[in-house]
T-cell receptor
Framework: AQSVAQPEDQVNVAEGNPLTVKCTYS??????LFWYVQYPNRGLQFLLK??????LVKGSYGFEAEFNKSQTSFHLKKPSALVSDSALYFC??????????????FGTGTRLLVSP | DTGVSQDPRHKITKRGQNVTFRCDPI?????LYWYRQTLGQGPEFLTY????????KSRLLSDRFSAERPKGSFSTLEIQRTEQGDSAMYLC????????????FGEGSWLTVV
């Protein structure tokens, strides 16, 4: 069964500095990987995804993520953090070997706090 | 193109009462999902529809839970005889076959059982 680990409960970064939110995964085949962001009392907003192709994928709001198959990781990055980026970030994986169903499995989330 | 719409956004109910949540997916999205999220956790899958057919149900979906999508458009999630452990945010999501597997979520429906 697929799984996702987000090893950091919280990441603190100063505005203007680069940020990284870590994610590792486990699936039986080549993964489909996603990042979502959640603001307080809101639903999840899609940021970006990796299906195939270039290992570096770009998404909304200046975020990008790098797929690393050997390390089974899909870390979320942004070159320059904004205070408004402060939110809860979820990594999710789908196992395409399970062709009958498209369940996303989520990590436990990482809270990003960007200080002014 | 509107997003996934959920109603009500918040519901407080007494233990033992029934509650129903409604979800309107993005138009023309043939797939619809229900997830549950508790504080400090990531969303957990509950059930999945392709058009009007309910194709998958999680073990989390006890007999007190029922979901329908009668015409392949909107969906309802009913919880009967609510328990305090049902308190959570119920998220609906939708996707379109061939859209790169991207699932779009609604704003969620908060349930508090007192």
């Amino acid at each position: 069964a697929q799984s996702v680990a987000q090893p950091e409960d919280q990441v603190n970064v100063a505005e203007g500095n680069p940020l990284t939110v870590k994610c590792t995964y486990s699936v039986s085949g080549n993964p489909y990987l996603f990042w979502y962001v959640q603001y307080p009392n809101r639903g999840l907003q899609f940021l970006l995804k990796y299906i195939t192709g270039d290992n570096l994928v770009k998404g909304s709001y200046g975020f990008e993520a790098e797929f690393n198959k050997s390390q089974t990781s899909f870390h979320l990055k942004k070159p320059s953090a904004l205070v408004s980026d402060s939110a809860l970030y979820f990594c999710a994986v789908r196992d395409p070997m399970n062709t009958g169903f498209q369940k996303l499995v989520f990590g436990t989330g990482t809270r990003l706090l960007v200080s002014p | 193109d509107t997003g996934v719409s959920q109603d009500p956004r918040h519901k407080i109910t007494k233990r033992g009462q029934n509650v129903t949540f409604r979800c309107d997916p993005i138009s023309e999205h043939n797939r619809l999902y229900w997830y549950r999220q508790t504080l400090g956790q990531g969303p957990e899958f509950l059930t999945y529809f392709q058009n009007e057919a309910q194709l998958e149900k999680s073990r989390l979906l006890s007999d007190r839970f029922s979901a329908e999508r009668p015409k392949g458009s909107f969906s309802t999630l009913e919880i009967q005889r609510t328990e305090q452990g049902d308190s959570a945010m119920y998220l609906c999501a939708s996707s379109l076959t061939g859209d790169g597997n991207t699932i779009y979520f609604g704003e969620g429906s908060w349930l508090t059982v007192v």
